[in-house]
């Protein structure tokens, strides 16, 4: 099973930054994408941003121009840089993986981290 722990949520003022990272407990090679969910509360759990292993992205509307996803095979972590931070962006923020081996897929959530953008 594929371990994933987020971290680099905190509580920061509109306008500043984070970067969140998502580690993996085994090798991203494997993985075919990478997602960024939030949930709000009240709100449904959205995509933020999402990688594959093409290395190509898609970001929601809400964030583009602000938000950049990445990853760094070697440390085996996806991260999320958001800049320019607005308290619309507060929520619990989640990576999913998603793997395809052989022809079975799986997919894995992280267990989440609190991102607080104070107006």
């Known amino acids: 099973q594929v371990q994933l722990v987020e971290s680099g949520g905190g509580l920061v003022q509109a306008g500043g930054s984070l970067r969140l990272s998502c580690a993996a407990s085994e090798s991203i090679f494997s993985i075919i994408a990478v997602g960024w969910y939030r949930q709000a509360p009240g709100k449904q759990r959205e995509l933020v941003a999402r990688i594959t292993s093409s290395v190509t992205t898609t970001y929601a509307d809400s964030v583009k121009g602000r938000f950049t996803i990445s990853r760094d095979n070697a440390k085996n972590t996806v991260y999320l840089q958001m800049n320019s931070l607005k308290p619309e962006d507060t929520a619990v923020y989640y990576c999913?993986?998603?793997?395809?081996?052989?022809?079975?897929?799986?997919?894995?959530w992280g267990q989440g981290t609190q991102v607080t953008v104070s107006s």
């Open positions: 999913k993986a998603e793997r395809l081996y052989g022809s079975v897929f799986s997919s894995y």
